[in-house]
Nanobody, 117 residues
Framework: VQLQASGGGLVQPGGSLRLSCAAS????????MGWYRQAPGNQRELVAA???????NYADSVKDRFTIPRDNAKNTVYLQMNSLKPEDTADYYC????????????WGKGTQVTVSS
């Protein structure tokens, strides 16, 4: 499985940004896709995830602001980020859990999001 993430950038507080993560390869083995983020000096934290069945999970800090839609035809999940705050500034990483043999977690390259005026 290969993951190609894109869409980071600089945005003002209160603004919106959409990240994309396109999967390729053995996508049939993917059970969960989502996003982690890591700010300088902080641990990596789960932001949002979506299962192959469509169930979603969000960090409390982003609930009601972020969503994780997906386009199955494009094998792509997105992270729609609204009402962005300076504390959302971080490197965002797309990931995919695979139930292959052996099970594995794949990672995309980080994409930087900076929320600043």
């Amino acid at each position: 499985v290969q993951l190609q993430a894109s869409g980071g950038g600089l945005v003002q507080p209160g603004g919106s940004l959409r990240l994309s993560c396109a999967a390729s390869g053995s996508i049939f083995s993917i059970t969960v896709m989502g996003w982690y983020r890591q700010a300088p000096g902080n641990q990596r934290e789960l932001v949002a995830a979506i299962t192959s069945g469509g169930s979603t999970n969000y960090a409390d800090s982003v609930k009601d602001r972020f969503t994780i839609p997906r386009d199955n035809a494009k094998n792509t999940v997105y992270l729609q980020m609204n009402s962005l705050k300076p504390e959302d500034t971080a490197d965002y990483y797309c990931y995919a859990d695979s139930n292959g043999s052996p099970p594995w977690t794949y990672w995309g390259k980080g994409t930087q999001v900076t929320v600043s005026s």
